[in-house]
Nanobody
Framework: QVHLVESGGDLVQAGGSLRLSCAASGSIFRLNYMGWYRQAPGKQRDFVATVTNGGTTNYADSVKGRFTISRDNAKNTVYLQMNSLKPDDTAVYYC???????????????WGQGTQVTVSS
């Protein structure tokens, strides 16, 4: 089982920046993709960004050009640099990883507990 610990959420003014971190620990053979999702009050959880273990990134249209996802494979950590934040970015941000716990195993998914990002206007 993989445990995820997120950090970096905060209250920030519109136009500001935040950097979220998510560190994975536990029975990890390989972390495949690592990503971020967000859920605003009363809404469904939405995709934000993912990065593969080869470094290929994918972003939601709403964050392209403002957010950057990256990972440090040596630390089993994924980051989300968020710039030019808008009030619409207010949400709980969740880390998600797809991993294998041993060679040849199927993939598993794990979610973090979430970190609150609030952007004031």
């Amino acid at each position: 089982q993989v445990h995820l610990v997120e950090s970096g959420g905060d209250l920030v003014q519109a136009g500001g920046s935040l950097r979220l971190s998510c560190a994975a620990s536990g029975s990890i053979f390989r972390l495949n993709y690592m990503g971020w999702y967000r859920q605003a009050p009363g809404k469904q959880r939405d995709f934000v960004a993912t990065v593969t273990n080869g470094g290929t990134t994918n972003y939601a249209d709403s964050v392209k050009g403002r957010f950057t996802i990256s990972r440090d494979n040596a630390k089993n950590t994924v980051y989300l640099q968020m710039n030019s934040l808008k009030p619409d970015d207010t949400a709980v941000y969740y880390c998600n990883v797809d991993y294998q716990n041993r060679y040849g195993s199927r993939s598993f998914s794990s979610w973090g507990q979430g970190t609150q990002v609030t952007v004031s206007s």
